[in-house]
């Protein structure tokens, strides 16, 4: 929607990006002590060779925290301008206060407003259009953006189907209110999608509401993550190409105008079909899941974090953003660098 033509243009865009993986390795051939499987299997099906596990005493808003520091860093920005906080998790330190109000603490973001939001994979795309609401109709000039995950809490090690996939860690970007349509970083567009009816396909069932862990369930470990994973696998390539080609659209853009395509890292195959559907060669298409495996909401800001020190996003590129997880959720963001 334009703004009236009274108004000044506002857009938001993205001013710092930083990351925070926890030191702590464990790789495919670690796990094939643990659960009958093995390096070959898992490279091959999921292109993941390893993955960072937080330490006990870490909490997901510790591992925001510092990725927040790390973008407020490179965007020049001190705690006291952060105005919004919004971190996207499914690993929240506890079901209340929101883990975004502990990063308020630790970071000393006094003036922030802060809450968080609840797509799974899809979640920091949700929480950059969300914030990019808030920017974008004046209500608030300055805000941190933080996809974090500790998935190692939620893991059954004992499940080889989910185990070899997940990871933790966080990635988060610094947003602003800007009045130049050229401005870098610009977000240009954001289209999200969800169905509730494939809820069941991709889960962690207990532990909530509606099945609290009790001493009868606990040994079925139902608070961990359940995953029917063709038929995800099938969806996610299916709603990431609809949602790129909808973000494109609304941009005005062409996939061939894409520079670098930062996509949801789950699996490398569902990247390749994308990427191969797009008719985009996979050089234009970042990956670092071999290193980190699939940190949900954090997957996004932690390659767009990585892209950038790497000096792959240049001034003026197309850069895509899409996200797909359980829900199922789905979202794609084009920011014109
Ligand atoms: C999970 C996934 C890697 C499995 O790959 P797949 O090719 O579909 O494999 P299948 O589930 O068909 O399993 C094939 C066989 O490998 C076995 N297998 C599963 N995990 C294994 C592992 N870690 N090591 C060795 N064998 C394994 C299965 O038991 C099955 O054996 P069977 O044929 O004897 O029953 C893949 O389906 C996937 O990536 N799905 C999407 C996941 C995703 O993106 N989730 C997050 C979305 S945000």
Not at 25 to 32: F, P, R
Not at 272 to 299: C, H, Q, W
Request: glycine letters at 8%.
């Amino acid at each position: 929607m334009s703004a009236p033509s009274n108004q000044p243009f506002c857009a938001s865009s993205i001013i710092g990006t930083g990351s925070y993986m926890p030191e702590k390795i464990l790789t495919n051939d670690d796990l094939s002590k643990i659960v009958d499987t093995n390096d070959e299997w898992i490279t091959s099906r999921t292109g993941i060779k390893e993955r960072r596990i937080a330490a006990a005493d870490q909490a997901t808003s510790d591992l925001a925290s510092e990725a927040a520091r790390r973008a407020m860093a490179e965007a020049g920005v001190t705690a006291e301008e952060i105005q919004l906080i919004i971190v996207a998790t499914v690993t929240p330190d506890m079901f209340f206060p929101s883990t975004a109000c502990f990063v308020q603490k630790k970071i000393g973001a006094t003036n922030a407003v802060c809450f968080d939001i609840s797509a799974a994979c899809s979640g920091f795309l949700y929480a950059l259009q969300v914030a990019r609401h808030f920017i974008n109709t004046g209500n608030r000039t300055t805000a941190l953006v933080i996809g974090a995950e500790k998935l190692s809490s939620l893991i059954n090690w004992q499940d080889r189907n989910t185990c070899v996939l997940f990871g933790d860690g966080a990635g988060a970007v610094v947003i602003r209110r800007v009045e130049e349509s050229d401005a870098q970083g610009r977000v240009l567009s954001t289209v999200m999608g969800s169905d509730g009816t494939l809820a069941d396909l991709l889960k962690v069932p207990g532990g909530a509401s509606a099945c609290p862990i009790t001493k009868d369930n606990v040994v079925s470990r139902p608070n961990t993550i359940h995953m029917e994973g063709r038929e995800t696998f099938k969806h996610a390539v299916t709603r990431m190409l609809e949602a790129a080609q909808q973000a494109l659209e609304m941009a005005g853009l062409k996939a061939e105008d894409v520079s670098l395509v930062i996509p949801h890292q789950a699996n490398a195959r569902i990247i390749s079909a994308i990427a191969d559907r797009l008719n985009l060669p996979l050089e234009r298409v970042f990956m670092n899941l071999d290193k980190y495996g699939n940190t949900s909401a954090a997957t996004i800001p932690v390659a767009l974090d990585e892209a950038n020190k790497a000096g792959r996003l240049k001034r003026g590129d197309v850069i895509l953003l899409v996200a797909f997880g359980g829900g199922f959720t789905w979202a794609s963001s084009v920011v014109r660098w």
